[in-house]
């Protein structure tokens, strides 16, 4: 059978040579691979499905439902069993593998062996470090071979579910033991070549170790096993590194309230000494949450790492201590402070949380209210939160000078425009607030911030209905806008929209009158609307596509050229450490011959972002559309 595929068209009717076009961002759903919520299932090496919570791979149907290309999938294994590389384990993984694909998911993959089905922390197997390493080597195999469905490796194994607590030896809290299971992960599992990374469930065992001989990177036994130590920046992003290839996945999203430090996820004891701070530090994060040393060492890391994140079961139905609900605007606010890509789904809303744990009554966990909760549009602006203007406008749309409303309206009265212009000095707070078509007042009352303020009797007005479940949804991980382009050629071409090899949309003129030999030439910028930057490479190609429905044996893409030094990676949705958090705009260009022998007709010319491996390149499930309102064609 022949896939769909899908390209972002971006030249058509009308446009002239030489002429810069700008695109409009769009409202709609964009469902792109590799970010958003996911959802969790729980028998990808199991021969009978499981009797937990959790689900099974029969669910994936609800994959596409939910507009989800990302599952959080487990594999229980047995330690006393040593695992046979063409045994049942492994056939059931490639099994699964399959299912997943054939379904356009890809897989947040954690391998464990504790259910802790009679308590938390309360590891039903014994295992030692060499156990875990010795299934790593007969597993490694498998998961190389099914790559192209592994966004990446939580580092799992050890604990309950593999969460790096509650082990019957303690294992997470033996920081060479912890160091031996990870090198062995990201050697022999997911090696550099792979360009996948693992994730861990706790900061502090990346830095520092809770037996204070610090954690996987600085333990004792970290240096021989080649592992180094380090905090990723732009330089590093996405080497060999060690370091630059250990994300985080946060299982205590917002949970049990502002003062429990997302379940106790930000320890503060190790880290202070680590990075020489006073012992026991809370603070007070900018969402409002009280949060440890660990928070600003992730925070750090996570503009190039992946960041995944579930809350509790039942987040928010009963109220509890342990159920106190999570607000969605900070849940949004959160995820842009650590550069979020994906969020469980299944935990904290009742459609797909499991039904034997939750007592009768109304949805009312916490993404339930998420939904039904309209998107503040003045907390986004006002914290710098992204957002398309194809979202909101002005009303009215020419403000009152500047001038004006800062002699007759004092600052109480004012609408705050960006809350996150505090730092620096005032000539660059002024060029941030006026940047983001604010008014800047640098009058205070002593010991004020100056003042970015919206102008007077112009109020931010959203253009259509939308809650603070769809903005999370739209915007976790990435998402790339396309802001103007120009192109320049010797034939004569026509627009449409963007996409990548999976989606077209249909022309609308006759002819591009095509001569052999022809240049092609682009300068386009994208926007990252999202929350993070997008996190594993893939090809960026300018293609000349066919128009008409492919005869038989036809090619779609008639010609097709790489964009040089295009790294979507380095598409960061702002400058990081910008406290004013204002778009990055990305430039790219390129350039494309037209092969001897293309007749004179109709063609699209368009972007395409497929995904880098061969096995999926050509599934439309796995390619990047762009968000903008242009339309779609497709096969």
Not at 84 to 113: H, I, Q, W
Not at 225 to 231: A, I, Q, R, S, T
Not at 269 to 296: K, P, Q
Not at 493 to 505: D, F, I, K, L, N
Request: proline share 6%.
């Amino acid at each position: 059978a022949m896939w769909r595929l899908a390209v972002a068209l971006i030249w058509g009717v009308g446009l002239v040579s030489g002429i810069t076009t700008e695109y409009n961002g769009t409202t709609e759903l964009r469902s792109n691979p590799e970010r958003g919520f996911r959802h969790e299932l729980d028998d990808l090496c199991l021969a009978t499905p499981p009797s937990t919570r959790h689900g099974a791979l029969s669910r994936l149907g609800e994959c596409k439902g939910n507009n989800l290309t990302l599952a959080q999938t487990y594999c229980y294994l047995d330690p006393s069993t040593p695992i046979d590389p063409n045994g049942a384990t492994v056939t059931m993984l490639e099994n699964g593998f399959a299912k997943l694909r054939a379904a356009g998911v890809k897989s947040l993959l954690r391998f464990a062996y504790d259910r802790c089905s009679s308590g938390d922390d309360k590891g039903e197997n014994n295992y030692t470090a060499a156990t875990v390493v010795g299934h790593i080597s007969a597993l490694a195999a498998v998961v190389q071979r099914n790559r192209d469905v592994v966004y990446a490796l939580q580092a799992g194994f050890v604990g309950c579910w593999g969460e790096w607590h509650g082990s019957m030896l303690k294992l997470e809290q033996n920081s060479s033991a912890l160091a031996s299971v990870v090198a062995a992960e990201l050697t022999q599992m997911l090696p550099p070549s792979t360009d996948r990374t693992v994730m861990l469930r706790y900061a502090w065992d990346k830095c520092c170790g809770r037996d204070g001989m610090g954690g996987v990177l600085r333990s004792p036994a970290s240096s021989d096993l080649g592992l180094e130590w380090g905090v990723v920046d732009r330089s590093t992003a996405h080497s060999a590194a060690s370091y630059a290839r250990i994300g985080f996945d946060n299982d205590a999203f917002l949970c049990c309230g502002p003062t429990s430090s997302d379940g106790g996820s930000w320890y503060t004891n190790i880290y202070a000494s680590a990075f020489g701070g006073t012992l026991n530090t809370h603070f007070d994060s900018e969402d409002g949450y009280r949060v440890g040393r660990g928070w600003t060492y992730e925070q750090t890391d996570a503009p190039y790492v992946y960041m995944d994140g579930e809350m509790y079961w039942n987040e928010g139905l009963n109220g509890t201590s342990h159920n106190v609900g999570a607000d969605g605007h900070t849940a949004a606010h959160r995820m842009l402070l650590h550069h979020y890509t994906s969020l469980s789904l299944v935990h904290g809303y009742s459609a797909l949380d499991d039904l034997s744990h939750r007592p009768p009554g109304p949805s009312n966990e916490s993404i339930d209210i998420w939904m039904r909760t309209p998107l503040d549009i003045n907390f986004v602006r006002s914290w710098g939160l992204p957002l398309s203007t194809a979202f909101f406008s002005y009303n009215p749309p020419h403000p009152a000078p500047c001038d004006e409303v800062k002699r007759e309206v004092p600052p109480p009265n004012r609408s705050v425009c960006r809350a996150g212009i505090t730092n620096g000095s005032t000539s660059v707070q002024q060029a941030a607030c006026l940047a983001a078509g604010c008014c800047f007042d640098p009058v205070t009352t002593p010991g004020e911030h100056p003042w970015c303020f919206l102008p007077i009797a112009q109020e931010l007005k959203m253009n259509v209905n939308y809650s603070v479940y769809e903005y999370i949804r739209d915007h976790l991980g990435y998402r790339l806008e396309l802001q103007s382009a120009t192109y320049t050629d010797t034939a004569q071409v026509r627009e449409e929209q963007p996409g990548g090899r999976h989606a077209m949309t249909r022309p609308r003129d006759k002819n591009m009158h095509q001569a052999t030999g022809a240049i092609i030439s682009f300068n386009a910028t994208v926007i990252n609307r999202g929350f993070s930057a997008p996190h594993t490479a893939r090809p960026l190609q300018l293609v000349l596509t066919r128009l008409s429905p492919l005869e038989s044996g036809a090619s779609l893409i008639v010609a097709q050229a790489a964009v040089p030094s295009a790294d979507i990676r380095l598409w960061q949705p702002r400058a990081v450490g910008d406290p004013f958090r204002l778009p990055i705009v990305h430039r790219i260009s390129g350039s494309l011959e037209v092969p001897a022998g293309v007749p004179t007709g109709p063609y699209n010319l368009g972007l395409y972002l497929p995904d880098a491996l061969g096995s999926v390149a050509n599934r439309s499930a796995f390619a990047i559309r762009l968000a903008n309102d242009l339309p779609w064609q497709t096969w």
